[in-house]
């Protein structure tokens, strides 16, 4: 199916990679003080180096170029979306026959075939759809993604196969991701080492909020054509809801009624400017995409994987904004690890507890009589089966009630084992805590 | 800075890595809403319904304001929070119809937090505060029914009429309101 570089073809003319090879077995005044050089730098990113590009978008489309053109011979791919007409103008490894079809298998199939030696892996799926042990397996993830959502749930991942030895960090447990992020005009380029360094649950507050206008402005007094779009879509969709359904963007049929009641919004207030297109925008909330924006963050990141990769230069500490707006403008600072961040800040904590046969009360009198918790009065749930479940909350009245049952349980019949992951929330700390149930050693297992 | 692939010869497989069970790690959003739902600290006014306490995503906000023109109602709010939480606030219905200048028929309310000025250190607390005090000074600047503001602005006896006959199960107006006194 697949050609593979197999030792043949340009891949053995000398050429190809000198130039990584000046960078990568000479050392240099911008050298990595701990940059050893050697050709087992470029057989390394070239052998071994597995990545991740999460997205293949605007941005996915030029990651991947720019990697599988650097070397790199293990890409995956993940996205879940298919390829549509208005994708073409910038998502260049895609063609007009293409449309209908997975962006991550074709634009792996493109890659595979046009860089010799490379071979791109395409998973059309969802992120949420690969467990830890997919993860586990690449070396550094580049995610070039829209949505916020999707940052969150790959941050919380790679945060979470973070090992600790007594609390220190087990630094072979440590999966970089590369955050690459445009809109219109403006982008952002960003190293995030899971526990070290700023993650995207840290920082949160830079990511822009959706535009959203008063519901007052929208009912009452709209000015805008957004504000005739808004109040369709807000308000008279859920009253008249021609389809029974919630709005799809993707549906033609949904943004022609809106577009149509807009309009009709629009004129009784003597508002101009609705366009279909703007009803998609505002509906799907589409920010205009840049090539040349694209193109440019991409770079940022890839150059970083490069250096991660080979250890030959220090990375980007590690946020950079680009804006090419009015002429060019970049700027780089250090985005600052939050104390109390809800994501990396969370190192597990063990609870010791004698056995599978003690009971939910117990392990609360633990957590508030151990010296390492004094909580006052903690809520516990967790996630057994892949569901959540509330185990006991005693300062919500109605969950109390409901839980109380679980107090006389034991942990076993609750489903907890040892090894068994909780969420602790107590007024004692800023965040929920996650504590490790460790049971103690059964009595067979003593003697040695 | 560190180096981070010391051992870089070696390819990753996954085998060697530590194991830490697979668990389903709790989100972002699961370990605020828990913290968030953990800490309520309700006005003797307001009351929370879990209608299953293993999803704190869904829930109810019931007000029974003990003063001012809503004083001896009932009003019920749906919470329904999104796995963008905090950066997106949760979805607030009223599913009481309700005479007030805030609250649309269609259980629509406009507070600013819910929307344009939410911010990711608010939170359910935050919300419920916001709500209770709808109900004791109703705003006919940021009217969402346009008619009770105006009757608000220009009658206030009129209005606490409206707002007790509401109450009590009538029709003001042309609109009928479904009785909901305590
Ligand atoms: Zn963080």
Redesign the pocket.
Known sequence: MDKMGSGEGPDNLQYRWCHLRKVLERTGPFCHPDFEPSPDNLNFLMESCKLLVIGAGGLGCELMKDLALMGFKDIHVIDMDTIELSNLNRQFLFRRRDIGQSKAEVAAKFISTRIPGCHVTPHFSKIQDFDETFYRSFHIVISGLDSIVARRWI?GML?SLLSYKDGVLDQSSLIPLIDGGTEGFKGNARVILPGIT??????LDLFPPQVTYPLCTIANTPRLPEHCIEYVKVIQWSKENPWDVPIDGDDPQHINWIYEKAMERAVQFGIQGITYRLVQGVVKNIIPAVASTNAVVAAACATEVFKLATSCCVPLDNYMVFNDVDGIYTYTYQAE??ED?????QVPTTVDIPGPEAKLEDLITVLCESPKFLMKSPGLTATIDGKNRTLYMPTVASIEEKTRVNLKKSLNELGLEDGSQLMVADSTSPNTLIIILKFASPPDFEME | MIKLFSLKQQKKDGETAPKTGNQKKPSAAQLRITKDINELNLPKTCNTEFPDPDDLLTFKLIICPDEGFYRGGRFSFSFKVGPNYPHEPPKVKCETPVYHPNIDLEGNVCLNILREDWKPVLTINSIVYGLQYLFLEPNPEDPLNKEAAEVLQNNRRLFEQNVQKAMRGGYVGSVYFERCLK
């Open positions: 941050n945060i700023a993650c995207i649950e840290c920082t690890r939050k961040c809800l994501a990396c800040s």
